[in-house]
């Protein structure tokens, strides 16, 4: 057989070779589409009732009761098109014992997720860091980055306009820093392929995850090279798609995305058979399956489950949920001790984490920040590392559960028969 079954398999499922008049019919389309919605900005109450009674023609249920329309007044700049407020379960796990250079104590860690099992794997991986003594959790790096792309006629243009953007770094750092007064441009770093220009802008962003910040930083730096670079670009944008904008890359694997950071502890013997059920050869073995498996498979980085707790903690504490994309890169390592305790650390370079901004001045998200202490000016940074102490809680819990073998019987009493 030339043909892969599972395409035999389709084409059968469409109703055979016979088909393809019917199914191109099908997918052809018919009448448009009503008109788009017009996008408004703020909270019209009334505007808000209206469009559930006439355009949606349905119930909207607790999306709009008196709670939530409330809240979401105060969501306003949060949002457009508003019809309501949606709503996760929150649980927490911890606390969580953090000894860092800037996170020094315990922590609550509010978790906002519909997967069963979740919150109670990190609570279970939190006590038994706790019982080691806290994780240890340092800030590596932290920078920021937006890659505009300039298009030339030619190779030679190219390498001419970078050699003149080195002799006006200084006006290119004035005309980023008129824009912000949190943000510094730490540096520019170009990239040539041929007649394209990557100028890699990296900055640091205060308390803010900063994504908004370097965007605006960028656009005015690039309208003074348009302003007054003596070789014009056939194109140019302001984001060529190379930074690693939520999304998983080598570029933030190396360079760092985000606030670069990194947390370990050494669990004794005694706490790994009493809290975790297994013992530290056995997870150790299978450390090196999952290794191997994400070698095999290609996986950038090589850990078990960061984006579970992230993208948890990202809604509860109101980080921007698609930058889990690229936070969720990173290593996760085990080594045996002499005396029988398992070292574990993780790694990641590149979480995307703030306490001002964005998200996290909503009522809820500003709540869960506080219920760590971790909310306003000068709380980034410690965030960062308790973020990090979270990812190493969740790795410790799954990948004993999984060694333990009792995985599955897990997730199936937690999740699958629960009252």
């Known amino acids: ?4 079954r599972r395409l035999l398999a389709f084409i059968e499922s469409l109703g055979g070779a016979d088909a393809a008049n019917t199914l191109s019919a099908r997918l052809r389309g018919g009448v448009p589409s009503a008109g788009r919605l017009r996008v408004r900005r703020g909270v019209d109450i009334a505007a808000i009732r209206a469009w559930w009674s006439g355009e949606a023609a349905a119930a909207p249920g607790p999306l709009t009761d008196e709670a939530a329309l409330a809240v979401l007044s105060q ?24 000894n860092g250079l800037h996170a020094s104590g315990d922590y609550w860690l509010p978790l906002a997720t519909s997967e ?13 860091i706790n019982q080691a003594g806290g994780t240890s959790a340092a ?17 030679a243009e ?39 220009v990557f100028l890699v802008c990296r900055y640091t962003t205060g308390d803010a995850s900063g994504q908004n910040m370097v965007t605006i930083a960028t656009e005015a730096i690039c309208r003074w090279i348009m302003a007054h670079t003596p070789v014009q670009p056939l194109h140019w944008f302001i984001e060529g798609n190379f930074s690693g904008d939520k999304k998983a890359s080598y570029l933030g694997l190396i360079g760092g995305r985000g606030r670069k ?6 669990l004794p013997a005694e706490v790994i058979r009493r809290t975790l059920g297994t013992d530290a ?17 290609g996986q950038i980085g090589a850990q078990g489950h960061f984006a579970n707790g992230l993208a948890a903690l990202f809604i509860a504490t109101g980080q921007d949920a698609a930058c889990v994309a690229e936070s969720a890169v990173g290593f996760t390592r085990m080594e045996l001790r002499a005396d029988g305790a398992l070292f574990m650390s993780v790694m990641l370079p590149n979480v995307m984490v703030g306490t001002v901004g964005g998200g996290t001045g909503m009522p809820h998200q ?16 410690a965030l960062a590392e308790v973020t990090a102490g979270l990812c190493l809680a969740g790795e410790i819990s799954i990948m004993a559960a999984i060694a333990s073998g009792v995985f599955t019987s897990a997730h199936h009493k937690l999740a699958r028969t629960r009252g």
């Open 366 to 381: 500003r709540a869960a920040l506080d219920l760590m202490g971790l909310s306003g000016t000068g709380k980034a940074r």
């Open 1 to 4: 057989m030339l043909f892969p």
């Open 281 to 297: 050869d056995t997870m150790l073995a299978y450390a090196r399956v999952a290794q191997l498996g994400s070698t095999l498979s």
């Open 75 to 98: 969501c306003a700049a949060n949002i457009e098109n508003p019809i309501g407020m949606t709503a996760l379960p929150l649980g927490v796990a911890g606390p969580l014992k953090v």
């Open 158 to 196: 190219a390498g001419s306009f970078v050699a003149w953007a080195t002799r006006h770094e200084a006006d290119l750092a004035a005309a980023a820093q008129a824009t912000t007064r949190h943000g510094r441009l730490q540096a520019i770093e170009p990239m040539i392929d041929s007649d394209t």
């Open 139 to 155: 800030l590596l790096g932290e920078n920021v980055a937006r890659a505009p792309a300039f298009v030339f006629a030619s190779l």
């Open 261 to 266: 950071v990194s947390a370990s502890v050494t």
């Open 116 to 128: 069963a099992a979740l919150v109670a794997s990190y609570a279970r991986g939190a006590h038994a």
